[in-house]
Nanobody, 117 residues
Framework: VQLQASGGGLVQPGGSLRLSCAAS????????MGWHRQAPGKQRELVAV???????NYADSVKGRFTISRDDSKNTVDLQMNSLKPEDTAVYYC????????????WGQGTQVTVSS
């Protein structure tokens, strides 16, 4: 599975950005797609995930501000980020995992999000 992410950039506090990720390759219908992020000097953390069954989960720090959505017909997952804060600054990674996989799955190349005035 290959993942291609896009949509990062520089935005002022309170602004919005939308990240997109497209998966290609050997994709089975039962899967989990999501976004993680890694800030300088910190461990990679989960931001939001969405299952093919319709479940969504968010980190507490982004609840009410970020929305994850997916289009299974296109194998894409988007992350709409509103009310961005400086602490959201990080490299954001798209992740794909089949439900039956016990490992970490596949990662995209990462896209930088910088929130600064």
């Amino acid at each position: 599975v290959q993942l291609q992410a896009s949509g990062g950039g520089l935005v002022q506090p309170g602004g919005s950005l939308r990240l997109s990720c497209a998966a290609s390759g050997s994709i089975f219908s039962l899967n989990v797609m999501g976004w993680h992020r890694q800030a300088p000097g910190k461990q990679r953390e989960l931001v939001a995930v969405s299952t093919s069954g319709g479940l969504r989960n968010y980190a507490d720090s982004v609840k009410g501000r970020f929305t994850i959505s997916r289009d299974d017909s296109k194998n894409t997952v988007d992350l709409q980020m509103n009310s961005l804060k400086p602490e959201d600054t990080a490299v954001y990674y798209c992740n794909f995992r089949h439900i039956c996989d016990s490992g970490p799955g596949y990662w995209g190349q990462g896209t930088q999000v910088t929130v600064s005035s």
